[in-house]
């Protein structure tokens, strides 16, 4: 346990070690944002799942994890991404029943073993590109219904992911992703930089739909450049890097430039940059949003479409499987780059609601961490 003089222990299992920027983004707004609510923190970061590959240390809420986590940590966090996705079923031993998973990896006895507050926040489900949610399976189901109720505060990313909860008997709450409230700053209009694009990632084009989307999506890139809109195309995996490179036009700074950098600090001083952004990857839209500027996400799946909702964003907003869907892109291109008074409120209406729900929750869950028994905390 912490004095009143040292910081808060804080072991937070997220995807660490992934390729993906924004499941940092994450963990990094998690970190910032705790403090003003809990004090001091001193975090310790462990990955939750198979996102990281290293296979140099234990992964998930189990093993060695918990046994650490049991000796040294005042708060667990568990929170980021996508942990509350229903992965594919798998049969052990290739003909026994089909056995659940999910983003977190645990088991009901390792949850039960688990004697630090838990926390939960920031976590959603979502899918694949032109794929529907897939159900809970055992032991998964009785997993999440263990760590929500062993958690003393839960709260989910968007209202997609409190509707499948429900299915399962959990009930919670929708705060959105604390990447979106990085900063407080309000959605205005803005005249110079780049519009930026978040490029698909490639892998949709592992289906016949998915290729047609991708290649519109190149195709409206190369509008942008062609009527002279100043145009920046984010990457968001490394694995991302090759495909631009071989699809996209090249780089002529300031006309159009493509950018990628695993580097936090560097994400955000570029996005501040930007005037606007259509956001085909979540994350890209959810920083954006966090930094005042305004955006046209893009309902590429699940997760996009349960930011859509969330956020009220339906009439500024694309999905993939609707008609006529990059003609509607490019009229919200226009009005985004006119600094249309109609989206920019709304985005910021929007903004701001979310944020006073988020830090609402984040102060009575440390009012509720403080009021729990010494032999919990």
Request: aromatic letters at 8%.
């Amino acid at each position: 346990m912490s004095s009143a003089a040292s910081p808060l222990r804080v072991h937070h299992y997220f995807p660490l070690g992934s390729g993906n920027v924004g499941d940092h983004m994450v963990a990094h707004a998690i970190h910032a944002q705790l403090p003003e609510f809990f004090g001091r923190c001193q975090f310790t970061s462990i990955p939750v799942n198979d996102r990281y590959d290293r296979g140099d240390r234990e992964i998930g809420v189990r093993g060695e994890n918990l046994a650490a986590t049991n000796a040294q940590a005042d708060l667990v966090v568990i929170g980021g991404s996508n942990l509350l996705e229903p992965r594919k079923p798998r049969r052990q031993g290739g003909s026994g029943p089909r056995r659940g998973r999910w983003g977190v990896f645990t088991d009901s006895a390792s949850i039960d073993a688990l004697r630090v507050p838990v926390l939960l926040l920031g976590m959603g489900t979502g899918s694949s590109f032109g794929q529907s949610i897939r159900p809970y399976v055992e032991p998964s189901t009785s997993e999440v219904r263990a760590l929500f109720a062993k958690s003393f505060a839960h709260a989910v990313r968007d209202v997609t992911t409190v509707r499948e909860l429900a299915k399962i008997g959990v009930q919670t709450q929708c705060t959105g992703c604390p990447v979106t409230f990085l900063t407080p700053a309000p959605v205005t209009a803005h005249s110079s930089g780049p519009l930026a694009v978040s490029l698909p990632p490639y892998y949709i084009r592992d289906s016949f739909l998915g290729r047609r989307f991708m290649a519109a999506t190149l195709a409206y890139i190369r509008h942008l450049v062609a009527t002279g809109v100043p145009t920046l195309v984010t990457l968001h995996e490394d694995r991302d890097v090759a495909f631009a490179r071989e699809h996209l036009p090249p780089p002529n700074p300031p006309a159009f430039d493509v950018f990628y950098t695993d580097s936090l600090t560097e994400q955000l001083e570029r996005f501040n940059s930007i005037r606007g952004m259509v956001g085909f990857r979540l994350h890209a839209a959810l920083t954006a949003l966090a930094l005042g500027k305004p955006i046209i996400p893009v309902g590429l799946d699940w997760r996009g479409q349960g930011f859509i909702e969330t956020i009220s964003a339906q009439p500024y907003s694309i999905r993939p499987a609707w008609v006529s869907q990059f003609g509607k892109l490019r009229r919200l291109t226009g009005q985004l780059l006119a600094n249309d008074p109609a989206l920019l409120s709304a985005q910021s209406s929007a903004k701001a609601a979310l944020l006073a729900t988020y830090r609402s929750f984040l102060a009575q869950a440390a009012t509720a961490y403080r009021a729990l028994p010494a032999t919990r905390r």
